[in-house]
């Protein structure tokens, strides 16, 4: 059975915000082989919507860059002030957000953006 609205978050439930359809495909892949239940969504104004709606989504990763007239910062800052017990990781393979722009207890995750990356670490 499902969490109702306004319940404790389950941190075994995953929400993917990716634009880039094989990016968030990779992402929801990785958190299902690790056990995480996922969702996912291409901008952040869907995501706020189904947010609204699934109080059990526990973990939110959400790209820097999203479409739909709002950036993942804002995002994940949105989820903050409503959803306070929301775990956040931002992340992005262009842009390096500087620490004062990340909500309180957000994480950020650079993203490999070349396929050399992948193998020089």
């Known amino acids: 059975m499902e969490n109702p609205k306004g319940s404790a978050?389950?941190?075994n439930i995953a929400f993917v915000v990716e634009d880039e359809p094989?990016?968030?495909?990779?992402?929801?892949?990785?958190l299902v082989n690790e056990g995480y239940r996922v969702f996912e969504t291409h901008d952040a104004?869907?995501?706020l919507a189904?947010?609204?709606?699934?109080?059990?989504i526990g973990v939110v990763l959400t790209d820097v860059e999203t479409p739909g007239g709002m950036d993942g910062l804002e995002l994940a800052g949105t989820?903050?002030?409503?959803?306070?017990?929301?775990?956040?990781?931002?992340?992005?393979?262009?842009?390096?957000?500087?620490p004062?722009?990340?909500?309180?207890?957000?994480g950020f995750i650079a993203r490999p953006h070349g396929i050399s990356?992948?193998?020089?670490?």
Not at 84 to 93: A, F
């Open 100 to 106: 004062n722009t990340l909500p309180i207890v957000a």
């Open 50 to 56: 189904i947010l609204d709606h699934r109080r059990d």
């Open 9 to 11: 978050p389950d941190h």
């Open 79 to 98: 989820i903050r002030e409503r959803w306070p017990e929301t775990v956040i990781l931002i992340n992005s393979g262009r842009i390096r957000p500087e």
């Open 45 to 47: 104004r869907d995501a």
């Open 117 to 121: 990356d992948w193998w020089t670490t």
């Open 22 to 30: 094989l990016v968030r495909m990779f992402a929801a892949e990785a």
